[in-house]
């Protein structure tokens, strides 16, 4: 391959690429082979992830005119450039800290030895605060010696390798040019989430820890929270053998093909090495998706695969005619958003009692726990969000950021975090902005489809057409703030959302 990089040849074979790489951890993660082979498929493509390749598409993205189509599509292929660029720098870092998370053992102070994986798992699991405490104190230990050092270096670089490139001042305003979303606006948006939500935070959350955990809000810390949030009482509503007809049999009543006319691929078989946790992976977008999953039952299980079935449909449903960028790349905040609108039936008092074994009168308690998660799960991306914004905005020194860290996750969330985390405890390229613009649009849609289709818009065979065709087959050509204004005719914010935790918490 020694052809001139171009437009038409970063699409054709950045394609390729996409779709090696994808059936790579396809086969890996489900257990068809003993590990991704990455290397290969990045040498066989470098001319499309190179320098040359990265001028390409500046090149294009400087040519085009603001607002028009062309800059749409160069946009999204001059962002995959960058990441690739420092993707391919911070891959030995990468590994290392792969490498370091599977083989890494806590110890805690009286001989007991759990593997890193594990110990999250562990201490959502305890009941006794003892324990969950003294794994903790282990654990913080060994991250701060280990695995923090790394990260901070790896965040240190990801920094310096886009500012180098000098497409705009800093990090932030490279993040925001390339993503087409204004960080200061959201950032903004949250501090007064967080505000607006303070009050109801401070009345549901003593009496969930005294009566869940029996402890007292002075002393709840995060290990505390995963213990509060395992919500195991009730997973007998959630039987495995259950999950997979019953949430394909929601989907067809809404008018839809759960498998796209076998486009979307299940894979459910038991095999050795495979993920427990259900996942999507799209290897030909729209005709080649797969749904892995093991189902193991329980509410998280029910959960983990609506949400992987919400990003399996987006994928089969996309336009094939559409150029590869808006299949492959784009605001991820869409597909997430997507994911969203089906793991938030969990929160249908109607879908819960038409297709769960939670009936009518489990279901106040239900939906008390659904909020109460929901509520902690968006105070915490919000802190995380703010966090975020420091750590790479460059406007507090790295040294001071593990305490602005601890401050603003255990201010916004009511639980003690640990300045060990304060580099751990972070999503790469502003991924929690995609998570909370995602959340931000599925209470759109779904206020939508219940004013299109009624409240029991799931299994009204009318509704289903509709996602599919004004959705899910624009791909991601949209950015998640310009669909809702397009479908809902409404700009994206958090009321919605704070209107729907109030209507759970009763
Ligand atoms: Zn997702």
Same mark, same amino acid.
């Given at each position: 391959?020694?052809?001139?990089?171009?437009?038409?040849?970063?699409?054709?074979?950045?394609?390729?690429? =996409?779709?090696?790489?994808?059936?790579?951890?396809?086969?890996?993660?489900?257990?068809?082979?003993?590990?991704?082979?990455?290397?290969?498929?990045?040498?066989?493509?470098?001319?499309?992830?190179?320098?040359?390749?990265?001028?390409?598409?500046?090149?294009?993205?400087?040519?085009?005119?603001?607002?028009?189509?062309?800059?749409? *599509?160069?946009?999204?292929?001059?962002?995959?450039?960058?990441?690739?660029?420092?993707?391919?720098?911070?891959?030995?870092?990468?590994?290392?800290?792969?490498?370091?998370?599977?083989?890494?053992?806590?110890?805690?102070?009286?001989?007991?030895? /759990?593997?890193?994986?594990? /110990?999250?798992?562990?201490?959502?699991?305890?009941?006794?605060?003892?324990?969950?405490?003294?794994?903790?104190?282990?654990?913080?230990?060994?991250?701060?010696?280990?695995?923090?050092?790394?990260?901070?270096?790896?965040?240190?670089?990801?920094?310096?390798?886009?500012?180098?490139?000098?497409?705009?001042?800093?990090?932030?305003?490279?993040?925001?040019?390339?993503?087409?979303?204004?960080?200061?606006?959201?950032?903004?948006?949250?501090?007064?989430?967080?505000?607006?939500?303070?009050?109801?935070?401070?009345?549901?959350?003593?009496?969930?820890?005294?009566?869940?955990?029996?402890?007292?809000?002075?002393?709840?810390?995060?290990?505390?929270?995963?213990?509060?949030?395992?919500?195991?009482?009730?997973?007998?509503?959630?039987?495995? *053998?259950?999950?997979?007809?019953?949430?394909?049999?929601?989907?067809?009543?809404?008018?839809?093909?759960?498998?796209?006319?076998?486009?979307?691929?299940?894979?459910?078989?038991?095999?050795?090495?495979?993920?427990?946790?259900?996942?999507?992976?799209?290897?030909?977008?729209?005709?080649?998706?797969?749904?892995?999953?093991?189902? $193991?039952?329980?509410?998280?299980?029910?959960?983990?695969?609506?949400?992987?079935?919400?990003?399996?449909?987006?994928?089969?449903?996309?336009?094939?005619?559409?150029?590869?960028?808006?299949?492959? =790349?784009?605001?991820?905040?869409?597909?997430?958003?997507?994911?969203?609108?089906?793991? $938030? #039936?969990?929160?249908?008092?109607?879908?819960?009692?038409?297709?769960?074994?939670?009936?009518?009168?489990?279901?106040?308690?239900?939906?008390?726990?659904?909020?109460?998660?929901?509520? $902690?799960?968006?105070?915490?991306?919000?802190?995380?969000?703010?966090?975020?914004?420091?750590?790479?905005?460059?406007?507090?020194?790295?040294?001071?950021?593990?305490?602005?860290?601890?401050?603003?996750?255990?201010?916004?969330?009511?639980?003690?975090?640990?300045?060990?985390?304060?580099?751990?405890?972070?999503?790469?390229?502003?991924?929690?902005?995609?998570?909370?613009?995602?959340?931000? #649009?599925?209470?759109? #849609?779904?206020?939508?489809? /219940?004013?299109?289709?009624?409240?029991?818009?799931?299994?009204?065979?009318?509704?289903?057409?509709?996602?599919?065709?004004?959705?899910?087959?624009?791909?991601?050509?949209?950015?998640? $703030?310009?669909?809702?204004?397009?479908?809902?005719?409404?700009? =994206?914010?958090?009321?919605?959302?704070?209107?729907?935790?109030?209507?759970?918490?009763?």
């Amino acid at each position: 391959m020694t052809s001139r990089v171009d437009v038409a040849r970063l699409r054709r074979e950045g394609e390729l690429f =996409m779709q090696e790489l994808s059936r790579e951890y396809y086969e890996a993660h489900s257990g068809l082979k003993a590990s991704a082979e990455l290397q290969p498929v990045y040498e066989k493509y470098r001319d499309v992830l190179g320098s040359d390749a990265l001028a390409v598409a500046r090149e294009f993205f400087d040519s085009s005119a603001e607002g028009s189509e062309e800059r749409r *599509s160069a946009r999204l292929l001059l962002d995959w450039q960058v990441e690739s660029q420092s993707s391919r720098e911070l891959a030995p870092i990468d590994e290392r800290e792969i490498a370091w998370e599977a083989d890494a053992v806590v110890t805690t102070a009286d001989g007991r030895r /759990v593997p890193f994986q594990r /110990v999250a798992i562990e201490q959502a699991n305890s009941t006794d605060r003892t324990e969950r405490a003294s794994l903790e104190k282990a654990r913080s230990a060994l991250v701060l010696r280990e695995l923090a050092p790394m990260r901070r270096e790896r965040f240190q670089r990801e920094r310096d390798i886009t500012e180098s490139l000098g497409l705009a001042a800093d990090y932030n305003t490279t993040w925001e040019l390339l993503s087409g979303v204004s960080l200061t606006g959201l950032r903004d948006e949250c501090a007064a989430f967080l505000r607006d939500t303070q009050a109801m935070w401070d009345d549901v959350l003593p009496p969930a820890l005294k009566r869940v955990l029996g402890i007292r809000p002075d002393e709840a810390t995060r290990a505390d929270a995963l213990a509060l949030f395992r919500a195991r009482e009730f997973d007998q509503y959630f039987p495995a *053998s259950e999950m997979e007809p019953s949430i394909l049999r929601q989907v067809r009543e809404m008018g839809l093909d759960p498998l796209a006319n076998g486009r979307v691929r299940l894979d459910t078989g038991e095999r050795a090495g495979k993920r427990s946790r259900a996942f999507c992976a799209p290897v030909r977008v729209p005709e080649e998706v797969y749904l892995v999953l093991r189902p $193991h039952g329980g509410q998280t299980d029910w959960n983990t695969f609506l949400h992987e079935l919400g990003h399996a449909l987006h994928f089969a449903y996309m336009r094939p005619d559409l150029p590869m960028e808006f299949r492959w =790349m784009g605001d991820n905040s869409v597909t997430e958003g997507y994911a969203m609108l089906f793991d $938030h #039936l969990m929160q249908d008092a109607g879908w819960l009692q038409r297709y769960t074994g939670v009936d009518k009168q489990a279901t106040p308690a239900f939906l008390r726990s659904a909020g109460l998660e929901e509520l $902690h799960f968006l105070r915490r991306y919000c802190a995380k969000l703010i966090y975020e914004t420091h750590l790479y905005g460059g406007d507090v020194s790295w040294e001071s950021l593990p305490d602005l860290y601890v401050q603003l996750l255990s201010d916004a969330t009511g639980f003690r975090y640990n300045p060990a985390d304060a580099f751990v405890d972070v999503d790469t390229r502003y991924y929690a902005a995609r998570y909370l613009r995602a959340w931000q #649009l599925q209470a759109l #849609l779904t206020e939508t489809l /219940v004013a299109r289709y009624d409240v029991d818009w799931w299994r009204n065979p009318r509704a289903g057409p509709w996602i599919a065709q004004a959705l899910f087959g624009e791909a991601q050509r949209e950015l998640a $703030h310009e669909q809702a204004e397009r479908v809902a005719k409404k700009p =994206m914010d958090f009321a919605p959302l704070v209107r729907s935790v109030e209507r759970m918490l009763g």
